[in-house]
């Protein structure tokens, strides 16, 4: 199996940056995409961003497209999602999630972490 274990979240004001990481452990070994969802009170999750573990090829939202950046180390098993210029929209729970299947594309996962909390305030 594998954990994951989000942590960078945190109170910022509008047009502020964080940086979210996502270590991943247990059997990591066949991991082919690691990506960022979240998930505002009353709304349903939404795709933020993910990376091709190997290859690097990285895909966005239309709603953080120029503002976010998914970004990896693999000697440490670890997924980093840059945010800048965040909105009061950004709010949300993120939750970072893993594919251990072979390129079931980009929104299908199989083991998610505990989320954490983003609040931007205006």
């Known amino acids: 199996q594998v954990q994951l274990a989000e942590s960078g979240g945190g109170l910022v004001q509008a047009g502020g940056s964080l940086r979210l990481s996502c270590a991943a452990s247990?059997?990591?070994?066949?991991?082919?995409?690691m990506g960022w969802f979240r998930q505002a009170p009353g709304k349903e999750r939404e795709f933020v961003a993910a990376i091709r573990w190997l290859a690097g090829y990285t895909y966005y939202g239309d709603s953080v497209k120029g503002r976010f950046t998914i970004s990896k180390d693999n000697a440490k098993n670890t997924v980093y999602l840059q945010m800048n210029s965040l909105k009061p929209e950004d709010t949300a729970v993120y939750y970072c999630?893993?594919?251990?299947?072979?390129?079931?594309?980009?929104?299908?996962?199989?083991?998610w972490g505990q989320g954490t909390q983003v609040t931007v305030s205006s």
């Open positions: 999630a893993a594919q251990r299947t072979y390129d079931r594309g980009i929104y299908e996962y199989d083991y």
């Open positions: 247990g059997r990591t070994f066949s991991t082919y995409y």
